[in-house]
């Protein structure tokens, strides 16, 4: 087993209300610090699995189990050249250079505040991009897409299923990435 840290976003629950941590306790967020801020609830998670796409998927169970909505999961994937630097290991310096195409060729285009100073990647496609290039390991791709999946699950309102959902999603793109 591996512990895997990541966020659940949530909402819909009163944090003022008697018993509102105990709720999640309950429900098998024990492994997790629970905030709230903005008007949302924050769940921090270090939760043990055998991968990745198996913490989130019981992660949101438990959340489910109180009655909370699941808005999404992060870590964030809309990501800056310090938050890839950050996440990689390498410099902000070495992220500019791969933008701009001075280190290597077809590095992902900026998909958020395209012509603004600070513009915005899809972490997803970047650490693809990363390990297709052999900057990071396949580990760091697979969870990148994992945590991207589950959003759009999220999102789409069909939770029903996630954890098979993932686990196929994470078995299908693991393939793709081995193809590549």
Request: with cysteine; aromatic share 8%; proline share 4%.
């Amino acid at each position: 087993m591996k512990t895997f840290e990541f966020s659940l976003i949530a909402s819909g629950l009163d944090p003022e209300a008697e018993g509102f941590a105990d709720r999640f306790f309950e429900a098998g967020c024990d492994d997790a610090t629970i905030s709230f801020q903005k008007g949302h609830i924050i769940l921090d998670f270090a939760r043990e699995a055998e991968c990745l796409d198996e913490a989130i998927a019981s992660a949101i169970g438990s959340v489910a189990k109180t009655g909370a909505n699941v808005d999404r999961v992060e870590p964030d994937p809309l990501v800056s050249l310090s938050d890839i630097a950050a996440r990689t290991g390498m410099t902000r310096s070495a992220m500019t250079h791969y933008a701009k195409g001075e280190r290597a060729k077809e590095f992902p285009a900026p998909i958020v505040k395209v012509t603004s100073p600070t513009p915005l990647w899809d972490w997803a496609t970047v650490a693809r991009w990363m390990y297709e290039n052999d900057k990071v390991e396949k580990a760091v791709a697979l969870e990148a897409e994992i945590v991207k999946y589950a959003n759009t699950a999220i999102a789409s309102g069909d939770i029903s299923d996630i954890g098979n959902d993932l686990r196929q999603h994470r078995e299908e793109y693991a393939k793709e990435l081995e193809a590549a």
